[in-house]
């Protein structure tokens, strides 16, 4: 399997332009900085590891997806992204959902970095027990999140709430970080399959 460098710098491209545009259009050019920032980091840490260290088609498409939801989350803030406004009504929510996207891919695409690095290295043996510390580092990840939100809180003051998005829900840290644990087990349980095969020829490859 070569390496997709032709892929991963059309994806690039289409990140930085709709970051251009969002950072044009947005409202709170604060809040979508925050949003933003891991982005802005971890695609050209993509780009510069992809000859070295190339990862699965599967994970950077995932990677591309989060970085599209981070992105457009950034230009309206969470709260008000327009779709999460249509899943609300269709749904008969009490609150826009769409952060909760967010945080679904803050636990699916973290996991499935961890299970590729931890089976291409074979630091961790058994399914179960792969399993386990995939879902383990997803959730350590999120909670880590929180707590940068709530760093956040406290230096902005009342700045914060946009980034925050908690809408007034009381258990929005604990269902964001429940999204989180719901993202990383569709990565053990539902993507494995198509992960290990993608894995299987990669690694032949190299």
Request: aromatic share 10%; with cysteine.
């Amino acid at each position: 399997m070569k390496t997709p460098i032709r892929a991963l710098l059309s994806g690039a491209a289409a990140l930085a332009l709709l970051i251009i545009i969002t950072g044009v259009a947005t409202a709170d050019k604060l809040t979508w900085l925050m949003e933003v920032i891991p982005v802005l980091i971890v695609v050209p840490l993509l780009i510069v590891s992809a000859k070295r260290y190339p990862l699965t088609p599967l994970l950077y498409g995932l990677i591309f997806c989060h970085a599209v939801i981070l992105i457009v989350g950034g230009m309206y803030t969470y709260a008000r992204v327009p779709i999460g406004f249509d899943v609300q009504a269709w749904l008969n929510l009490d609150r826009n959902p769409y952060d909760k996207l967010g945080h679904f891919f803050q636990g699916l695409v973290p996991a499935l970095a961890a299970r590729e690095i931890l089976q291409r290295g074979a630091y961790v043996r058994g399914r179960k027990m792969l399993a386990f510390v995939v879902c383990s580092v997803a959730l350590a990840i999120s909670a880590f999140y929180e707590l940068i939100e709530w760093w956040a809180a406290l230096a902005l003051g009342q700045g914060a709430d946009d980034f925050l998005g908690t809408q007034g829900d009381p258990w929005d840290t604990q269902s964001d970080m429940f999204s989180a644990l719901l993202g990383a087990l569709t990565t053990v349980l539902v993507l494995a399959p198509w992960h290990n095969r993608q894995l299987k020829r990669l690694l032949s490859a190299r």
